[in-house]
């Protein structure tokens, strides 16, 4: 029986192969019967069909992508990966393109401001900072609150019609001005982000935030390239921190996506086949809906964790990498198991044809294909 022609052994395909083997089992049971009345007598007939249906029995075959899936989820569980279904798991070992958000992933997403320009600002105009950053859940909002609580400036004041737009920043109104805190209007020279609070679109304070490349980051990537999956950065930073990094991680340069919307991340996935898309924040949530496999990394927001497949509760790429390898490997031992039962199987129905075994040995012959099953995939 031809198993497919994929390398991959999909799951949904041991339905099938059981399905088949009992209709074939059947079948040779009725040829059986008939061949040896027709050629011995009844007796033989009968012994020879019975040793047939006991000792070529469909459990191994059952048993083998259940007990592989239990085993497999429950050890990812062990290491913080949360899976939401099997068929993810197949998924993932068919991957072919892997998208890497930057901060919180690639970098450790934990900012540090390192230049400020423009300090002479109002107390006023803090507190409004102050007051817009605090609704925010992005990491950079975190870092500007935490930089602004070592200055002791706190805020009670309320921002009208308050916007926060994934990948671009915030804004809101006080006293009839129009404030917002995005990206600067100039490029760093280096790995790091230019983050402006304008109002009325005149920037008032300018800020230079560091974010730390993960340790293991540039392994992780070759890693993906040695398995022939496509890694890409895709970030909506500007456009030199993301270049810089793409370069130092071993990116390729037609592989780094810089200053790109939610919807444009969405698009970018659902270009490549059977993609893989990482991230943790609100601008990454459209992505991972559409991508083949969404998986959110530990600090995601809500709405991210909603469209993931795959939980992550380690931030760093070389766990993502670790899992696209068992995942492999526990469809490998699928793969496996499936072979050695249909080669077992096999070998039964020679045996009862030949009359080598009685039903006896048959019913102690029969545990064996399972309980080999069981010992390979443990």
């Not at 934990?110 to 817009?132: M, T």
């Not at 037609?254 to 919307?261: A, D, H, I, L, M």
């Amino acid at each position: 029986y031809p198993l497919r022609r994929q390398r991959q052994m999909c799951i949904r395909d041991r339905d099938r192969i059981t399905k088949r083997f009992v209709y074939a089992v059947f079948t040779l049971a009725a040829f059986f019967f008939i061949y040896f009345t027709a050629t011995h007598d009844l007796e033989t007939a009968f012994n020879r069909t019975l040793t047939l249906l006991i000792i070529t029995c469909p459990c191994a075959l059952a048993l083998t992508t259940p007990l592989a899936l239990i085993l497999g989820l429950s050890s990812l569980a062990k290491q913080g990966v949360i899976v939401k279904n099997e068929q993810v798991i197949e998924k993932l070992a068919e991957t072919k393109n892997i998208f890497l958000d930057k901060t919180g992933t690639l970098t450790h997403g934990d900012f540090e401001i390192r230049a400020v320009d423009n300090l002479e600002i109002s107390n006023e105009d803090e507190q409004v900072l102050y007051a817009l950053e605090k609704r925010s859940i992005h990491p950079i909002a975190k870092s500007i609150i935490k930089f602004l609580d070592n200055k002791s400036v706190t805020s009670d004041i309320i921002i009208k019609d308050y916007k926060e737009t994934p990948g671009i920043g915030v804004s809101g109104y006080y006293h009839n001005h129009f404030y917002e805190v995005r990206s600067a209007d100039i490029n760093s020279s280096d790995n790091n982000t230019q983050v402006a609070f304008y109002k009325e679109g005149e920037s008032l304070l300018s800020l230079e935030i560091v974010d730390r490349v993960r340790q293991g980051t540039h392994q992780t990537i070759s890693g993906f390239k040695k398995l022939s999956i496509q890694p890409y950065l895709l970030s909506g930073d500007k456009m030199q921190p993301v270049k810089n990094i793409g370069r130092l991680l071993g990116f390729a340069e037609k592989n780094t996506f810089y200053e790109v919307s939610p919807e444009e991340k969405r698009d970018i996935v659902k270009s490549k086949d059977k993609a893989v898309m990482v991230g943790d924040g609100v601008n990454d949530a459209i992505a991972l809906k559409a991508a083949y496999v969404g998986v959110a990394v530990k600090g995601s927001v809500e709405v991210s964790l909603r469209a993931a497949d795959v939980y992550l509760s380690k931030s760093s790429a070389t766990h993502i990498l670790n899992i696209v390898k068992s995942a492999k490997y526990l469809i490998k031992i699928i793969y496996r198991n499936l072979i050695f039962s249909l080669i077992y199987n096999i070998l039964g129905v020679y045996l009862a044809f030949s009359g080598q075994v009685t039903p006896l040995v048959a019913a102690i012959l029969m545990p064996l294909s399972s309980l080999t099953v069981l010992s390979s995939t443990i």
